[in-house]
């Protein structure tokens, strides 16, 4: 932080500042402490005073090097534009099967899949009130389904991400239609996109299906099994964004993400798999709230620090293993019920941040999504913002285009030292698992909703509709997504028909088999997994299957 | 003690029935009610409509608070139902969170008291759990208060 240097590049600087300061002070009257939602102090005005760029080479380099803070790869979206991979789950496999192609043919890059919350809860169709069925994400059990979901997709050409936590039954069903369909398994690319247990542990969303130490088992057989047999599938995808969505702050996700990655990193490398190889596959998930700059700032800090992470702690320099990939998805927090056309100027403006700040997959929620999953109108209106941000608004021509900023370079500074201090208890406490198993981040990310809440409640964080601008003449409800009931009556009729019709000798040794692998503690169950997926076994048989032998998770409720 | 009596706090469970588990809102809104000095009996999600029947029962509960945010309030109805059934319909059932407008008169109609969506305010949630509780110890009389 010496000065002189600055005085002697820039004569006059400080007298200079001095000066505006004055002026400032004169005229701006009240003048607030501004915190952005990190915590961290804003001040009005940043310049070489705060930022100078005398450790461009440590702290920023080149794109496509380490410490990758101007992004992972040399061309960046100059070069390959993001994934466009809109978030898809809905009504039946046909269901899903039409929305898929028409984003595809509106923009689409990539794919993904939400099934069901019934899938969610490890239970099949048959098994819960049908008036809930594909509301949320699609209802998906067998293979065949799976199939249908995926009918005239090239399943080789495209990236597959499945929101499949623990036992990873969509992926088994995945790679059961690659075997029919004669398509090796080395060519299926993609990602588990919810393998992250300790996420959903931590914001409670969706399914308490294993226990936490079967799903810390079942992620690690996923993980090797996906090494030697499906070498391009991202078996671990760490999810900020769940964590950001149950209310912690920017920088916490970012941290309690890192922290996360830190802890599958450890098991992995206890289990004796080679940290450099796990590593490459890592990738993760984030949400982008509307706080711009904080996101900008907080996905350069988190890139930087993964790689420093990786170096320093694995000891591990292939710029491979140290690069921070990670997809996002647009604020669902943010969204209003309220005017809730005002949600397309939101979207837009995180999708700008997490274009900045340098992702390589994104999600642009659909406007209507505080109301429900998003009906055809709103899901081509959120493809439509990632095709005009792409090519009319000539975003992508510079790489990291807000670098150099000296308020951005600050918060990024900023951003990444209250990561390393968020990261110290949770060390202390042992690691990740353990501070979500004793109840320590769910307590910090409770305590963080809590306190936005009461700040939107104030007045102090405004929301345009909410807490001011209000209209309640202007306030028409688009009509929420509901799946067709007829169309979910005859799918539970048909499944229960696959259940009479398949071979019950072949789906029994099958699933024998998957008992006797998971109960063995030391075998790699997840070809079982496989097998079973594949001799017709339904998801919600799969995990009965392993509940029995692994356990059923208990969630964990922190007041 | 004094012939003003102050009411005894008001007995409320929150909770979440149904396939869902995102649970930021439930978790706020037990906050205010527990701040508002309300006895609250707060549950994890996803919950049978057997284990909040029996809740309701073996805790002496005056208003249930559910929370749905992925399409859960749609089998509130067979929980009001229940609740009938099983002699409580005098309890006061409120439903937060995310309910589309054109599925509020199907709620009300089961027997719903309030419906609590986006910008709800924490000072509308508690005078709304107060009165319902207020209501149900009037239905259910005074003898317990007795003591």
């Known amino acids: 932080m010496s000065r002189d240097p600055l005085q002697l590049v820039l004569p006059g600087f400080e007298q200079e500042l001095a000066d505006w300061r004055g002026r400032y002070q004169a005229q701006i009257g009240e003048d607030p402490v501004v915190r952005n939602r990190s915590g961290i102090e804003i001040r009005p005005l940043y310049t070489p005073d705060d930022w100078t760029g005398n450790r461009y080479l440590e702290d920023l380099g080149f794109p496509g090097k380490p410490p990758f803070t101007r992004g992972v790869y040399p061309t960046m979206h100059r070069g390959r534009r993001w994934s466009q991979r809109q978030l898809i789950g809905l009504g039946t496999p046909e269901d899903y099967n039409a929305r898929v ?9 990539a794919i993904s899949l939400i099934p069901c919350n019934s899938v969610f809860r490890g239970v099949d169709c048959d098994e819960v009130s049908s008036s809930l069925l594909g509301t949320c994400g699609t209802v998906v059990n067998t293979v065949s389904h799976m199939d249908a979901c995926l009918d005239g997709v090239a399943i080789a050409e495209i990236s597959t991400a499945l929101n499949d936590p623990s036992p990873f039954t969509l992926f088994a069903f995945l790679l059961g239609i690659a075997k029919q369909r004669d398509i090796p398994w080395t060519r299926i690319a993609g990602t588990s996109n919810q393998s992250d247990y300790i996420s959903h542990f931590v914001a409670n969303h969706m399914f308490y299906r294993l226990s936490l130490p079967g799903s810390r088992r079942v992620l690690l057989d996923h993980i090797e099994f996906c090494q030697q047999q499906v070498p391009s599938w991202n078996a671990v995808s760490v999810v900020g964004q769940h964590m950001q969505q149950a209310g912690a702050t920017p920088a916490q996700a970012m941290a309690f993400a890192i922290c996360t990655a830190i802890q599958y990193a450890d098991d992995c490398i206890a289990r004796g798999m080679d940290a450099e190889t796990v590593l490459r596959r890592f990738t993760f998930f984030f949400d982008i709230s509307i706080s711009f700059f904080e996101e900008v700032a907080k996905f350069r800090a988190g890139r930087r620090l993964w790689a420093r992470i990786v170096r320093d702690r694995f000891g591990v320099n292939d710029p491979r293993a140290m690069r921070f ?22 979207i837009t403006l995180q999708a700008l941040a997490g274009i900045f700040g340098g992702l390589q997959s994104m999600h642009t929620d659909g406007y209507d999504e505080a109301i429900s999953c998003p009906t055809i109108e709103s899901a081509k209106i ?38 390393e201090d968020l990261i110290k208890p949770i060390d202390a406490a042992g690691g990740m698992y353990n501070a979500v198993e004793s109840g320590l981040v769910q307590g910090i990310i409770g305590q963080s909703a809590l306190a936005f809440q009461e700040r939107i409640e104030s007045g102090r964080q405004k929301v345009v509709g909410v807490n001011c601008y209000k209209d309640d003449l202007e306030d028409v409800e688009p009509s929420p997504y509901r799946p067709d009931p007829i169309a979910m009556e005859r799918l539970v009729a048909d499944f229960l028909r696959h259940k009479e019709q398949r071979s019950k000798r072949g789906t029994r040794v099958t699933l024998d088999e998957l008992a006797r692998a998971a109960s063995s503690k030391s075998e790699n169950i997840f070809a079982a997994v496989v097998e079973s997926a594949a001799a017709g076994a339904t998801h919600g048989e ?17 007041p | ?50 284990s909040v029947v029996n809740m309701a029962v073996q805790e002496d509960i005056e208003v249930i608070g559910l929370s749905s945010l992925a399409t859960d309030h749609l089998v509130v109805p067979e929980l009001m139902q229940r609740l009938r ?45 107060a009165d319902l509780a207020a209501n149900t110890r009037s239905v259910r009389g005074t003898d317990q208060e007795s003591d």
Request: glycine share 10%; proline share 6%; hydrophobic share 40%.
């Open chain 1, 542 to 558: 799969i995990v009965a299957c392993l509940r029995a032998e692994l356990g059923f998770g208990d969630p964990l409720i922190v």
């Open chain 1, 382 to 419: 959120a493809m439509a913002t990632q095709n005009i941000l792409r090519d009319e608004a000539h975003l992508c021509d510079v790489i990291d285009p807000l670098g150099g900023s000296y308020y951005l370079e600050t918060l990024t500074d900023q951003i990444e030292a209250e990561i």
């Open chain 1, 101 to 109: 192609k028409c984003l595809l043919d509106s923009g689409g890059s």
């Open chain 1, 325 to 346: 990939r990670f997809h996002a998805q647009t604020s669902g927090v943010d969204l209003t019920r309220q005017q809730p056309a005002n949600n397309i100027a939101r």
């Open chain 2, 1 to 50: 003690m004094s012939a003003s009596v102050a009411a005894p706090p008001a007995r409320v469970l929150v909770t979440k029935i149904g396939l869902d588990g995102h649970d930021r809102g439930s978790r706020i809104v037990a906050s205010y009610l527990r701040d508002a000095g309300m006895e609250v009996i707060y549950t994890p999600p996803w919950q049978s409509i057997d």
């Open chain 2, 85 to 129: 059934s099983a002699g409580l319909g005098e309890i006061g059932v409120i439903v937060g969170g995310i309910v589309p407008d054109s599925e509020h008169p199907m709620l009300l109609e089961a027997g719903v008291s309030n419906i609590f969506g986006p910008g709800a305010t924490r000072e509308e949630i508690i005078a709304c759990v």
